[in-house]
């Protein structure tokens, strides 16, 4: 899909498909929709509205067929819900779902669309073109590039506006739309790609070639002398070596240090604690955490926030085999922690802590890891919000509305230090598992070992957003790229 933005009138541009939009319980529309209204003779007042029982209800849809016009083919008529309801997320979920219904069409090429939300509700045309370009990138991806027969599908989506003040707001929020609906779809195509073209050697690859300051790839050997013993543990059953991938994006005079950390995970087998067939159905995905900060880092230079940004992945398979690592095995961290294996399964905390040990020395202001650690927050929180936890308060609150504002719902979990208990061991400093309840704060408080209690340090549990099986919000079922938006608000905001 081609994207662009036109400082013209609806009226004047040609389409095979013209969307313009209603308030709930307007009879006689304005603005743009007004003045398609007259064009068409009042077919949307007098027919759509009066004889057809329109109401502009939030998310409900007609389509107006315009024979025999020079350049209108079709109009949809998309319902904002009430005005005083309106909201720019609501606009990206709307923006989701108009893709999904226009993609249902046939013979439509060439769509046009009115910026809806900068008119009659006065939001911000920049943030307007912005939030509508993300929600027709979320809603229109799909990862079909195995599939033989790929149905045709929309080919230009034109945002038109004929107020020349009003435009010149919108093409800055648009190119940022684009940017940051690029950054989910990569990080969703990652996700999406199967174990068996997604080994470690390949996410080093991706990161090597990206457009950055500095990429370190650290193999095997290095892994091991930098005595990052609980990471290499992990990775020691695969027939695929692990990497450490450390990538650098840093402006001149930057005013903070941030450290993102993704879990990396490309297969999670769940080693020789394997998992059953139908957990390991899905774990392809077990490196979301990875893909959504490569795919950061990826477009960062694009961005040119004025923070340095360090972007860190201890990528590797869980596998079972002769050389696994064992129940009962003890590792020791790079902090020089001891941790009894108590799971294989438990693999992501593994290796994540020497990750965490890693991002310590770099001496950052905020560390902020993103997982998808445990089913535990599956159960807790369903495929509608991620979990987040952390030793700052105010970085999780931080965090917390970055991600509100854009679509991305995170929701807090404890740190009572109790939750700790199930985790003492008899035999070294900690076990990586234990108990069965309060899953997500025990493998956070894990976590915590390994980060200095002065650094602002946050993290999220992303197991049950990552992927989904039903459509939630604008993320219509599959790979949501979760996080994408809450990191880039982070590194951006600041
Ligand atoms: N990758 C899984 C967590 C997961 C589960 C992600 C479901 C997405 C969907 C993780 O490595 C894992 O296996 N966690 C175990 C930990 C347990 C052994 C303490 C879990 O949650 O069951
Ligand atoms: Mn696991
Ligand atoms: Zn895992």
Known sequence: MNFKIKQISVTEIKSDLLIVNLFEGTTLPGGATGAVDKELSNAISDFVIKKEHFTGEFGKMYVLPVPNHKILTKVLIVGLGKRDEFTLNRLRVLASKVIQKVKTMENVKNVVSMLHGAGCAGFDPAACAKTIVEGIMIGGFSFDKYKSDVKPTVENFTIAEFDKKNYDKAVIG?????????????????????????????????????????????????????????????????AHSPRFIHMEYMPKKAKKKIVIIGKGITFDAGGLNLKPASSMLTMKDDMSGAAAVLSIMRNIKKFKPNVEVHALIAACENMPSGSSYKQGDIVTAMNGKTIEIDNTDAEGRLTLADALCYAQQLNPDVIIDIATLTGACMVALGSVASGILGNNDELVKKLIKCGNDGGERLWEMPMYPEYFDTLKSDVADMKNSGGRGGGTTVAALFLQNFVDSETPWAHIDIAGTSVIDNAVLENPKGATGVGVRTILNYILGD
């Not at 690029?182 to 070639?209: C, F, G, H, S, V």
């Not at 193999?219 to 005595?227: A, F, G, L, S, V």
Request: glycine letters at 6%; proline letters at 3%.
């Open 174 to 238: 648009f190119e940022k739309g684009l940017l940051i609906g690029d950054t989910i779809n990569y990080a969703r195509e990652l996700i999406n790609e199967p174990a068996q073209n997604i080994t470690p050697a390949y996410l080093a690859d991706i990161a090597e070639n990206l457009d950055l300051d500095e990429v370190k790839i650290y193999e095997r050997i290095d892994i091991e002398n930098m005595q990052m013993g609980a990471f290499a543990a992990v990775a020691q059953g695969s």
